[in-house]
C-alpha cells in the first residue's frame, strides 16, 4: 500500500519535471494528448513508463527501474536498520488505472497498480522485541550474514569459514564502518629508504579477494590467533623518485606496477574480548606480529626511472628484476608493514561491528 504512495510521489515529482522541459526537449516517446479525457491521459501515461523508468539521462531523470538503493537508514525505536545494496524493479510494467488532470486547478491525479520487487541486504543493530504478546527476549539479528560460524575451533572449519568470508571482507562493508581492501586505493605512500626518497601516489591494489588461506588456528583461553594465507598481489600507481639507487643517481617520474606471486602472510595475533554497549562480546586485537615472505616472483614494471633515458632505465629495470629477492628486501618493509597496518586495523573495525557469537559458535573464555 505504502509502496503505492511512493510511486505515485516519485512518477509526479519526476512528470512535473519533464513538464518543466520545453516542447523542443521533450522526449519522443511521450505522445501529447490534444485534451484531459482520462482515457487518452491514460494511454499517454500508460506508453510513456517504460522509457521513462529507464530514466533519461539528458534530462536530469536517473533511472527508476531498476532503481539503486545504495543505502538507506531508518531509525525506528530501538532499532536501527540499513537497507544498503539494493534495487527496486517492477516500476516500469506499471498498469495505468486512471489519470485525471485538471489544468485550472492545478490537480493531477495518477493510480497505478504495480508489482514491486526489492530486493538486497539489511543490517539490524539494536533491539527488536519480536513477541510483545509472550514477552520473550530480544532477537538476534545477524550483522555480517555471510560469515558461517565454526562449532568448534578445528583449523579445519576455521580455514573454510574464514576462506568463505575473505571475498566479502574484502569488498568492503560501508555499512559498518569496514573500508574495502580489494581494490585498495593508496592515495600516497612516502617511503624514505637509505639514500632514496620513493613516493607513490595515486595507486591501487588489487588481488586479496583471491587469497589463500592455508592454516587458521585460534586459542581462545591464551588470546592467540593464527592466521597464514598466500596471495598474489598486483600494486599499480604512479612514483617519484630521488635520490641514489645501489650505485646509480636517480631521478625518476613515472608509472609503476609491481606484481608479487605467491606470498605467504603469516599473522599472529594476540586477542583480547569486550563488551559493546549492548553487552555484547566482541573480539578485539591487542597487537600482532608477522612474517611475510614474498614467495616465487616479484615482477616490477616502472618506467622513466631515470628522466630522458629510457636506455639507462631499461637496464636498471632489468637489473631490479634479476635481482628482485635482494631489491624488495631492501624497500619492501615499510610497504608492506603500511599493507598489514591497514588490513589490521581494518579488521579491528569488523570485530568491533560483528559480535563474537557471529564469527565462532564457542563459548567465550571468561574475561
Ligand atoms: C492530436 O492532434 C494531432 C493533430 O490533429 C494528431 O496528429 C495527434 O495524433 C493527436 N494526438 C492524440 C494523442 O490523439
Ligand atoms: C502482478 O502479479 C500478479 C501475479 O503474478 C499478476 O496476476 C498481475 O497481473 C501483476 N500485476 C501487474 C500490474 O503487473
Ligand atoms: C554448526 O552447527 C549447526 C547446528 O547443528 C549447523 O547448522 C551448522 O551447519 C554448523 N556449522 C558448521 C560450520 O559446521
Ligand atoms: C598466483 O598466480 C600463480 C600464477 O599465475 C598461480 O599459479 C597461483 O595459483 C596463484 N596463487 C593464488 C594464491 O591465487
Ligand atoms: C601502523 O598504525 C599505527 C597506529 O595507527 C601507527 O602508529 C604506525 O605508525 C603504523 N605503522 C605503519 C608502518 O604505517
Not at 179 to 199: A, H, N, R, W, Y
Not at 298 to 320: A, D, H, M, R
Amino acid at each position: 500500500m505504502c509502496l503505492r504512495y511512493v510511486l505515485v510521489f516519485i512518477l509526479l515529482s519526476a512528470a512535473s519535471r519533464v513538464g518543466d522541459c520545453s516542447a523542443k526537449y521533450a522526449p519522443d516517446f511521450i505522445h501529447p494528448c490534444n485534451n484531459t479525457e482520462p482515457a487518452c491521459l491514460i494511454k499517454a501515461t500508460q506508453d510513456a513508463i517504460p522509457q521513462f523508468c529507464k530514466g533519461l539521462p539528458h534530462l536530469g531523470v536517473p533511472p527508476l527501474d531498476p532503481f539503486v538503493i545504495d543505502e538507506l537508514p531508518i531509525q525506528l525505536p530501538g532499532i536501527k536498520v540499513t537497507f544498503y545494496e539494493g534495487k527496486a524493479t517492477g516500476l516500469r510494467k506499471c498498469q495505468v488505472i486512471n489519470v485525471e488532470a485538471y489544468l485550472e486547478k492545478n490537480v493531477f491525479i495518477l493510480e497505478v497498480r504495480c508489482n514491486i520487487t526489492i530486493k538486497g541486504k539489511y543490517t539490524a543493530v539494536g533491539r527488536l522485541l519480536l513477541f510483545p504478546i509472550n514477552g520473550e527476549g530480544d532477537s538476534k539479528i545477524k550483522i555480517a550474514d555471510f560469515i558461517h560460524p565454526c562449532n568448534n575451533t578445528e583449523p579445519a572449519c576455521l580455514i573454510k569459514a574464514t576462506q568463505d568470508a575473505i571475498p566479502q571482507f574484502c569488498k568492503g562493508l560501508p555499512h559498518l564502518g569496514v573500508p574495502p581492501l580489494d581494490p585498495f586505493v593508496i592515495d600516497e605512500l612516502p617511503i624514505q629508504l637509505p639514500g632514496i626518497k620513493v613516493t607513490f601516489y595515486e595507486g591501487k591494489a588489487t588481488g586479496l579477494r583471491k587469497c589463500q588461506v592455508i592454516n587458521v588456528e585460534a586459542y581462545l583461553e591464551k588470546n592467540v590467533f593464527i592466521l597464514e594465507v598466500r596471495c598474489n598481489i598486483t600494486i599499480k600507481g604512479k612514483y617519484t623518485a630521488v635520490g641514489r639507487l645501489l650505485l646509480f643517481p636517480i631521478n625518476g617520474e613515472g608509472d609503476s606496477k609491481i606484481k608479487i606471486v605467491n606470498s605467504i602472510i603469516k599473522l599472529n595475533i594476540n586477542t583480547k574480548y569486550f563488551k559493546d554497549a549492548e553487552g555484547r562480546d566482541h573480539f578485539g586485537i591487542k597487537n600482532y606480529k608477522y612474517t611475510f615472505d614474498y614467495g616465487e616472483r616479484i615482477v616490477y614494471t616502472i618506467n622513466n626511472l631515470f628522466k630522458g633515458n629510457p636506455e639507462l632505465s631499461n637496464t636498471v629495470l632489468q637489473f631490479l628484476n634479476e635481482n628482485w629477492r635482494i631489491v624488495t628486501e631492501e624497500f619492501g618493509q615499510p610497504v608492506v608493514d603500511f599493507a598489514l597496518n591497514v588490513t589490521v586495523s581494518t579488521a579491528k573495525k569488523f570485530f568491533d561491528a560483528v559480535p563474537y557469537d557471529e564469527l565462532l559458535n564457542v563459548p567465550i573464555p571468561k574475561y
